[in-house]
């Protein structure tokens, strides 16, 4: 795919969710660096970071993005000829969206595994990861039952009743301020993640965090299904989670809006939930208690403490 084309649709959100947009991310790189007709090295690296900056720039949250860009532009690191280094990108992207593949169905399965006979599910947005979970034990013949929400104001709870009903689960759609008033009958909650930080904060679509409340006050289980590619490394040494505002018109029409010129309205695309909410992170490498992510990002992702010092210096980012 085209890079502009890609990075339209990601703003656009017609490609959306954290691991799909990292694949898209990926695959528009590798087809990038197949085009790039250039006669020298230098050249052809500086034209992939300007195409590295220009995907990286369409959505702030999701940390699949900077952590798929920064896998596949591996892929030129000690090259020498502009084929080599399009080999190198090549080999990356592809590794990349492979295992991006392999992990979704290895945490259905890992994930499924948490799910019993005869529970009723909550989930909220509309997670690729979560949701094959949710299958895959449907796929294992346990009786289950799902409560999704509607996800204002992009409704992307529309494309989770399709998918489930497409499986053949029986599902119940609710309004998002319907959650406290069904959190009762809920077994377990299950959402995905944009991004997961080193202290296993966990990073997802607006209105998570009011979930996981009611479901902590009703003593409900809560896991979060999450790449690993989701972590996020430079939470390390303190740098926080952006968290997308999008445009005020996919709440309000701008006919409305333009007669009520006190009212400004706030469309944050994501919060925070702590890891005291969550209850277990179910990763393609198997699931941990959220107070683990440090390992992951080390052991997974490569950076570790020193790793960051080594790169950054002592002082960490703020000595950037
Ligand atoms: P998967 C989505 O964000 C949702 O917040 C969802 O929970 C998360 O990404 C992870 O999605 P958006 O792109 O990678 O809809 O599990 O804003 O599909």
Redesign the pocket.
């Known amino acids: 795919m085209i890079v502009p084309e890609t990075a339209d649709k990601i703003k656009s959100?017609e490609i959306?969710?954290?691991?799909?947009?990292a694949r898209a991310v990926a695959e528009a790189l590798r087809d990038h660096a197949l085009s790039l007709q250039v006669s020298a090295l230098d050249v052809f690296r500086q034209e992939m970071e300007q195409t590295a900056a220009l995907l990286l720039a369409t959505?702030p949250t999701?940390v699949?993005l900077p952590n798929a860009v920064h896998m596949v532009m591996a892929g030129l690191n000690h090259t020498k000829t502009i084929e080599e280094a399009k080999a190198g990108v090549v080999r990356c992207a592809d590794e990349f969206i492979r295992s991006s593949q392999h992990a979704v169905e290895q945490i259905g399965q890992f994930g499924a595994s948490h799910i019993r006979d005869g529970d009723t599910i909550l989930t909220h947005?509309?997670?690729?990861?979560?949701l094959g979970c949710i299958i895959e034990a449907h796929r294992q013949g346990k009786k289950i039952e799902v409560f999704a929400t509607e996800v204002r104001p992009?409704n992307?709870g529309l494309i989770t009743i399709r998918t489930l009903n497409d499986a053949g689960i029986k599902t119940n759609f609710i309004v998002d301020s319907a959650v406290r008033s069904f959190i009762n009958d809920v077994d377990l909650v299950i959402?995905?993640?944009?991004a997961v930080t080193v202290n296993g904060a966990v990073v997802?679509?607006i209105g998570t965090a009011q979930v996981a409340h009611s479901a902590r006050e009703a003593r409900v289980n809560l896991m979060v299904?999450a790449e690993t590619y989701?972590f996020a490394p430079r939470t390390i040494l303190g740098e926080f989670i952006r968290i997308e505002e999008r445009a005020g018109n996919e709440v309000l029409p701008d006919e409305i809006a333009r007669t009520l010129p006190y009212v400004t309205v706030r469309n944050p695309?994501?919060d925070v939930t702590p890891s005291e909410y969550i209850d277990l992170i179910v990763t393609e490498k198997g699931a941990i208690p959220p107070q683990m992510a440090y390992v992951i990002i080390r052991d997974y992702l490569g950076w570790g403490i020193d790793e960051f010092h080594l790169a950054f210096g002592s002082a960490g980012l703020n000595g950037e």
């Not at 947005?125 to 979560?130: I, R, W």
């Not at 959402?191 to 944009?194: E, I, L, R, S, Y």
Request: charged content about 30%.
């Open positions: 959100m959306r969710g954290a691991g799909r947009i959505r999701a699949s947005c509309n997670s690729e990861v979560a992009r992307q959402v995905g993640a944009d997802n679509k299904a989701k695309a994501f």
